[in-house]
Each structure stands twice: as C-alpha cells, then as structure tokens.
C-alpha cells in the first residue's frame, strides 16, 4: 500500500492545478519540468508516456500538460509507432 506524501494529504481529489509552476509551488519545489525527452521506443516508452499522462490528468484535468519529445527513426514514421503518437 503507497503511503500518502504530505504535501498531497490536504487535497481534495476535484480540485486541480492550474499550471506545473503551481503544483510545484505547491509541493515545494523550485524547478517545472514541462518537457520530458523518451529517447527509447517500445513498451517502456508507451508506459512511461501513459502514466506520466494519467498524472497529468488526475492532477491537472488535462492529460497533455506535460509535453514529450521522442527520438524515433524512419523505420519507427513508417511503422506509425504508438509512442510517436
């Protein structure tokens, strides 16, 4: 069972952040990270991408907040790989 990080105990679950600057405020830190590099393609990419997105989401009611740049070869365009997606 996860334990609860104090900084989240007093938030309700309907209330959401406005922006990464505030959830960062909020919990403390100094720096939004608002980018992330996936330079890996496969199924580790497509589960990083989707947990990072239902975060997003569960924390900011919208699941594009964190925006991801990916590393793919012309075999991966061709292919329509879903982490590309």
Do not use: C
Request: hydrophobic share 40%; no cysteine.
């Amino acid at each position: 069972r996860m334990s609860v990080n104090p900084y989240y105990a007093n938030l309700k679950t309907s209330e959401f952040f406005e922006s990464v600057e505030d959830f960062v405020a909020y919990s403390g830190g100094d720096h939004a990270i608002k980018k992330i590099l996936i330079a890996n393609n496969g199924i580790g990419a497509i589960k990083a991408i989707r947990s990072i997105r239902r975060w997003s989401y569960e924390t900011f009611g919208y699941d594009r907040t964190i925006q991801f740049v990916v590393m793919a070869t012309p075999d991966d365009l061709r292919a329509n790989a879903e982490y590309i997606r």
